[in-house]
């Protein structure tokens, strides 16, 4: 009976994030986020590294709309009310908050993921080329640091606006300020495209003077999951065992 109500609320979220205008505002977001690229021009055999050279406006887009749209279904209804409501009914703290997140998360994953493979047309890339699936592993980071750290932050502001603010200038600025590390999103993703560039491609798509061993690519990957595991294990447990609802 508890998993039948769980998945009820994720289907009932997941439609509220379906709706039309919301649906057009993603779908919107997303295209642009594809389309709006100053990519060089690369000669034929390399069009992969177009997925590198576009990849920018994709990251900065998705951190917007993950921010805004994860903050307004937590720090938003909480400030509303809406989650005091919904506890009134027969529904455990652990299920609304896993359906939330589970929902927002696959809905903009699945939309920017379809999205994004306008690239295999526009860079006239094959099926299975393997740095669009490395891209789409890239934005699937992204979008993991993105929700994580704001849902953390609208445990703490239970304001949307606020959330929103603090969740886009932080990991906005991030990216600015180490754009070279792992923690930024252009900067994960250079060292992962050069390191399976060289694997599947058989060249170093950025040149010899930039060598990424295997603990780079484990570091790349493994700082943004743990700070995804241990944001969302906080939030978790506040969310479902400390946070007061008024």
Not at 14 to 19: D, K, R, T
Request: glycine fraction near 6%; aromatic fraction near 16%; proline fraction near 3%.
């Amino acid at each position: 009976m508890a998993r039948k109500g769980f998945f009820s609320l994720i289907r009932w979220e997941i439609e509220e994030y379906l709706s039309l205008p919301v649906l057009a505002f993603l779908i919107a977001s997303a295209i642009i986020a594809v389309l709006a690229t100053n990519t060089p021009h690369i000669l034929p055999g390399s069009n992969y590294l177009n997925l590198y050279y576009g990849s920018s406006t994709v990251f900065v887009i998705l951190t917007i709309v993950a921010g805004a749209f994860f903050s307004r279904s937590f720090a938003g209804s909480i400030g509303r009310g809406e989650v005091k409501l919904m506890l009134s009914y027969p529904i455990k703290r652990w299920q609304l908050f896993l359906s939330k997140f589970t929902a927002i998360f696959l809905v903009i994953f699945v939309i920017y993921g379809l999205t994004y493979s306008l690239h295999l047309y526009l860079d006239a890339l094959s099926l299975f080329e393997p740095m669009f699936y490395l891209s789409l592993f890239a934005l699937l980071l992204q979008l993991m640091l993105a929700c994580a750290v704001s849902v953390a932050v609208s445990m703490v502001t239970k304001n949307e606006v606020m959330s929103i603010l603090t969740t886009v200038l932080l990991l906005l600025g991030i990216d600015s300020v180490a754009s070279s590390s792992y923690l930024s999103a252009q900067g994960r993703f250079q060292f992962l495209f050069q390191y399976f560039g060289e694997l599947t491609h058989g060249s170093l798509p950025f040149g010899d003077n930039f060598i990424v061993t295997a603990g780079d690519i484990a570091a790349a990957v493994t700082v943004p999951v743990m700070i995804f595991v241990s944001l969302f294990a906080l939030s978790f447990v506040y969310f479902t065992r400390i946070m007061e609802v008024d």
